[in-house]
């Protein structure tokens, strides 16, 4: 028979885990198990250098008897005479207020949105202009009228009044 430990003071049994270990693997069990440790610590061994400082600041260690002691100076706010601090609870406003709180909401989100998108849109179009100057893949020059965009082969041709392949300036889309 398998060697099995009782536990001081109670009929508990704890098994090898060989043991436990044959039995699930034969039969379908379904298992839950709690050990616990309860270890009474009397000995309440400080360092030396905790205990130096304790002996040095023995004001800052000492236990509380009741309240804590009043400090050197209060924190407080000062209010102007005259004026009646606010009563409002959050969150809490009657129907016309949340109407307008609301309204002011949106309108400070549709602004902030709006200056998001002009940044992000300038930001993009500095890029695509950085792109395509930078691989010269296309070019563009103006006219009194219009600007009209060429490709950029046969770069000599590109002459105010005057289009690449004999081509004339109506042939060509305007741009921009």
């Not at 209010?79 to 009657?94: A, E, N, S, W």
């Not at 609301?102 to 890029?127: G, T």
Request: with cysteine.
């Amino acid at each position: 028979m398998k060697e099995t430990k009782e536990i001081e003071d109670n009929p508990v049994k704890m098994k090898e885990i060989k043991e436990i270990e044959t039995r699930f693997d034969k039969e379908a069990y379904g298992a839950v198990g709690q050990l616990c440790f309860l270890i009474e610590n009397n000995k309440r061994e400080i360092p030396g250098k905790i205990t130096e400082m304790i002996e040095f600041f023995p004001k800052v260690f000492e236990e509380l008897n009741g309240l804590p002691p009043p400090i050197s100076h209060e924190h407080n706010i000062p209010v102007t005479d005259g004026v009646q601090p606010f009563k409002t609870r959050p969150y809490i406003h009657p129907f016309v207020k949340k109407i307008e709180i609301k309204r002011l909401v949106l309108e400070m989100r549709k602004y902030k949105l709006n200056q998001q998108l002009k940044e992000n849109l300038s930001q993009a179009m500095a890029k695509i202009k950085l792109y395509a100057d930078k691989n010269r893949a296309a070019r563009s020059f103006e006219t009194p009228c219009q600007l009209y965009y060429f490709p950029r082969t046969n770069s000599h041709y590109r002459q105010p009044g005057k289009a690449p392949y004999g081509l004339t300036l109506p042939a060509f889309q305007p741009w921009g």
